[in-house]
């Protein structure tokens, strides 16, 4: 079916969020670890996770606005320092939970029952149970005008993977870490290899 | 292993930017379609892209340094509209082909096997192929100065799906049009649903 401009404006806020949430496809599903400058920890789950670029090793992520979404960016901007941790397909709920709000003084670690790891004395805690993670340094906030939403740019500067998940030629299969995928606001998915392919070469 | 900064900064090119790649998750694996001033259509694979938001329905996605992927950004600069379009897990080699680099004057739809699909007088084509498309208007191109890269923010004005796909409140079950996942550079992934959960409260 065809939905147009108009329609779309005309739906019910829940209904259109969730078309235009899954309309965009399959996502990371990731929990970002934060520490306050008070010592509080934080931890919030994201799906919003780009590539920008391999050399130097930058992704981004969509923040929320600051209304929504307040704890993360805020000890990101603090403190520069932030950990992204791959969310497992069996326990997914305990990670869904961090979506909750929780007060600022609340740690979700704590409340969502995470260990905190803190690895080679880096700032922000990792999540224990996480197999795939890495260490963010912030790079640039990119405010996005039209909606108050931010593009939060970083560099990784540390990485934590099985070593048997790394093939020959670096690339990482994550789904044997039982990584899972999102989709939509609430959807979350289980992935499975179907190939990869040579780079493609003007036949 | 842990992997530090030193260490990955030491990697070869393509091992590290492996590495860098499948560590951000699994993404969107679609289609971009546009068309230059000149008429000539054009078809390149991109999997980093992003939910900005609902309201309005803003979709951001992330395109290469100019030099490496200049025709989809030129002509949706030049033009203001381009199309995002999934793609099937049963012709993802003849996706993954529009990666190649073409010239100017050639249509991935005709190099690569696609047919295109003009909707409502919208200005850009669709790939006909695939099941779940949306039509976007440029709102903004913010260049990441970091690496030359670009998030280009548009405006979602136009979508079809199937809508035997769309559940009583809106999210969409993008796997049952076979629409796929892509992980790394050169990975592509079928997905399944494990759960949809509530919206999670402070317990």
């Known amino acids: 079916m065809l939905i147009s401009l108009d329609e ?25 670890g934060t ?11 994201f799906s919003n996770i ?17 209304e929504a979404a307040p704890h993360t960016l805020k000890n990101i901007e603090a403190t520069g320092f932030y950990t992204i941790n791959h969310i497992h397909t069996d326990w997914i709920e305990q990670a869904h939970q961090t979506s909750a709000k929780y007060a600022e003084d609340v740690s ?8 905190e790891e803190y690895i080679n004395n880096f700032f922000a805690p990792f999540v224990k149970a996480s197999a795939i993670k890495y ?15 931010f593009f939060v740019i970083g560099e990784v500067v540390m990485v934590e993977v099985p070593k048997e998940l790394i093939t020959e030629d670096g690339f990482i299969e994550i789904e044997k870490a039982n990584s899972c995928c999102s989709l939509g606001i609430d959807g979350y998915y289980k992935a499975e290899k179907i190939v990869r392919l040579p780079y493609a070469k003007v036949k």
């Open 35 to 45: 520490k306050s400058e008070a010592g509080v920890s934080n931890l919030a789950i």
């Open 135 to 149: 260490g963010m340094k912030l790079i640039e906030v990119v405010p996005i005008k039209h909606n108050n939403t």
């Open 108 to 115: 979700e670690f704590d409340a969502c029952g995470f260990e």
């Open 50 to 66: 780009v590539h920008l670029g391999a050399d130097p090793a930058l992704i981004g992520f969509v923040n929320r606005p600051r």
């Open 8 to 32: 779309l404006n005309n739906y019910d806020r829940f209904y259109r969020a969730n078309i235009i949430n899954s309309l965009s496809g399959f996502k990371s599903a990731s929990l970002i």
